[in-house]
């Protein structure tokens, strides 16, 4: 249980390690100096760190209970912009947005998220520096990818972007999409014939790796030749 009246020295202690946290999120040992001075103070967060920084064969359903009990509390400012999917290493790795993520682009607690997910009706969100960990941006749409691609080509070079198919892609790769805007272009549920296309479009692209999710080629039954029966 979290002790009750911290000390001014010790809330500013606390602050100030979260804020190492977000500015190095590559660095445990920072968070591992987090989780014992959170523990000390009974702060059930300070378990969940310790438990993900040295994970052990019991440890996933302790961490799954602190998550369950604990897990929209501790997304601080994104908490109903955000659905989290997973926190690794006693933070936010991985989410899904929901609302309108504009209001909260420049806010800590987006530093340690390496996975987003965006629905495909939303648009607008944009690639905020303090989004350090950010790797993949999944269930983007054509259009938002061309937007994202327009605004923010230098982050975009360093992620994976993962999209499914849509008729746009053959224009954007062909035409509209900057040549050099994108680390790795995933795109699930490429209809067979058209792969071709699309690795021909995209072989300008000469910086992006393009990576086709291919469906299987539809195969037209064959009609077996029928012969009418004669009688002897």
Known sequence: MARQGRTDAEV????????QVYAHPDDDHIRLVLADALISLGDPRGELLQLQLHPQADH???????????????????????VPL????????????VEDAASVLGRDEWSTVHTVELPHDRVGFGLHPV??????LTGVAPNVLLDLANKYQPQLETLTVESLYSPLFDKMLG???????????TIHGVPYAQADTLRRFASRHSKMQLDLRVLP???EPVEEDRFDEVDE
Do not use: D, K, N
């Open 12 to 19: 500013s202690a606390i602050a100030e390690l979260f804020g």
């Open 60 to 82: 996933e359903r302790r961490a799954m209970h602190l998550l369950q009990r604990h897990g929209l509390t501790w997304l601080g400012a994104l908490r109903g912009v955000v």
């Open 86 to 97: 997973a926190y690794e290493r006693g933070f936010l790795a991985s989410c899904l947005v």
């Open 131 to 136: 989004m350090r960990s950010l790797r993949r």
């Open 175 to 185: 035409r509209y999409l900057p040549t050099s805007s994108i680390g790795t272009l």
């Open 217 to 219: 080629p539809v195969i």
